[in-house]
């Protein structure tokens, strides 16, 4: 099946320092991803929608000058969380479903595990 | 997107089978029933989908009611590796243009 990577798998960071979260389709296009943010005993929340060549459409609530998202290709987008403080440590996963193909599903990332110190 | 409802938690006992229960009441003509899952720190992992007929696959299989207000994921012999949180969910689109929303899901636990 399809594969979606992420890099770093975890990250610990000190309060104020931004953070870059890559999330790659191996074998398959993306022009479309999604991230997800999960805390604790908690579901998965979407923050934003990733779209290649154009700007990332945020949900309600996710301040998109604090989650930057860069899509610069058809296979890899960025989630750079700037400033970092310890209410973002997180699990962050991303999503991509393949261009063509089967179109009624989506692969998922293994996730980043953000510690904010 | 329709609301699903599922329970909170399940057990089973290893190498039974398992239904999981999800009830969509409110489902729209257009909904396609997805079915994730997401084992302990990792993504979640896509099992099966439907839209109206059953369906089987490696994973799973799906049954789904036919007014298609319920359906009920079965795994036919539970390993241990299965022990996971199991999220049923709509989307209008497929899943292909528009993101998933997730639910609370129903926590399986598998006792050897």
């Known amino acids: 099946g399809a594969v979606v990577s992420q890099h770093p798998s975890r990250v610990i960071c000190k309060s104020g320092t931004s953070v870059k979260i890559e999330c790659r389709s191996l074998?398959?296009?993306?022009?479309?991803m999604f991230w997800y943010r999960q805390f604790p005993k908690q579901s998965l929340m979407l923050m934003a929608t990733s779209n290649e060549g154009s700007k990332a459409t945020y949900e309600q609530g996710v301040e998109k000058d604090k989650f930057l998202i860069n899509h610069a290709s058809l296979t890899l987008s960025t989630l750079t969380v700037t400033s970092a403080h310890p209410e973002d440590s997180s699990f962050y996963i991303c999503?991509?479903?393949?261009?063509?193909?089967?179109?009624?599903?989506?692969?998922f990332g293994p996730g980043t595990r953000l510690l904010v110190l | 997107d329709a609301k699903t409802t599922q329970p909170n938690s399940m057990e089973s006992n290893e190498e039974e089978p398992v239904h999981l229960p999800c009830n969509h009441s409110?489902?729209?003509?257009?909904?396609?029933i997805h079915w994730y899952r997401q084992l302990p720190s990792q993504g979640p992992e896509y099992v099966i989908h439907?839209?109206?007929s059953n369906v089987n696959n490696r994973m799973a299989s799906l049954a789904i009611a036919e007014d298609r207000k319920s359906s009920t994921l079965i795994l036919h012999r539970a390993t241990l590796r299965d022990a996971a949180v199991y999220y049923c969910?709509?989307?209008?689109?497929?899943?292909?243009?528009?993101?998933?929303?997730f639910g609370k899901g129903t926590k399986l636990s598998v006792k050897p």
């Open positions: 439907g839209l109206t």
């Open positions: 969910i709509l989307s209008s689109y497929g899943g292909s243009q528009g993101n998933l929303i």
């Open positions: 074998d398959f296009q993306a022009t479309t």
């Open positions: 999503s991509a479903p393949p261009a063509a193909g089967m179109r009624e599903t989506q692969y």
């Open positions: 409110t489902i729209s003509g257009t909904d396609y």
